[in-house]
């Protein structure tokens, strides 16, 4: 039988928050077995930006990432919120390893080619992305490998990197080896029927389901990409896939999504 791994994807709504920051690692810290986390934070680097004087540019929740943008964002994502994340992880006596995808060679991207838009900087994520073998020892040495969202092109050039993509295709690729969950964790309860309604939680949505909540505009926003990886994770394998509040890891209100 494959042993059972968790892989928890952590937005920008709850890293900019230091207590609920804290809160959500340390119910990470009670959840048993193989973990691995992978956090954006994509909220603070736009401010980043801002207070550095550029203007952030995103496309249905895509970075344009110019040379200038990337050094930033490289900084913030690879440099303080994942080594903040990995203190907070430890000072709960937890083994955490913070990594981007060049550390290891663990996520080697292709920058994503020019057709209507220009994005830079950003990297797409082939079949074939994750070192499978390097995340395998560090889960087997008891290591918690916390990824952030900048990868590599093997070339020498950091791109940047979607944290719902790299979630997806992490569980994705380890799932070959492990019984897989990924939970995708936010500031709402799940997948909101009326985004304006925090008690309408749809507790498990099929893919026909979100295909109509979509057209019909009740699923918008960052949260059309996510669903695009999630169902994507769980169609290529993924034993289950959760969206849920950060700060609600173990309780039961969430969306479980369903194959048909
Ligand atoms: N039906 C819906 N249910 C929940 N959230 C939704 C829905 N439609 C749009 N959203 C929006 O999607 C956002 C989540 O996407 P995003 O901001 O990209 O998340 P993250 O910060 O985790 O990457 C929510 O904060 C919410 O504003
Ligand atoms: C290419 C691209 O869009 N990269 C994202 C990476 C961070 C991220 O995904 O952060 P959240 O999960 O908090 O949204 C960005 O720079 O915003």
Redesign the pocket.
Known sequence: MREGLKIF?????I?DDDAQLRQFLRALTHVPGHKLLV????????QMLRDLGIEPQ?VQ???I?DAA?LDI?TMF?AGKTNKQMVSLLQAEGVNALGLSGADGNAIRAVKRPVKDID?GF??DLPANAVNTDLLHQLLKNGLLPVFC?ITHDGQGQLL???????ASTLARALAERYAVELHFCFEKDGVLRDVHDEASVIPQLTATEYQELKATGSIAA?MVPKLDNAFAALEAGVEQVVIEHALRINEPVKTVLCRS
């Open positions: 994807k952590i937005g920008g709504g890293i956090h954006g934070g994509g909220k603070g680097a736009s995103l929740g895509r970075r990432t943008t964002v994502y994005y950003v990297g969202a940047n990197t979607n944290a719902d993509t790299i960052g």
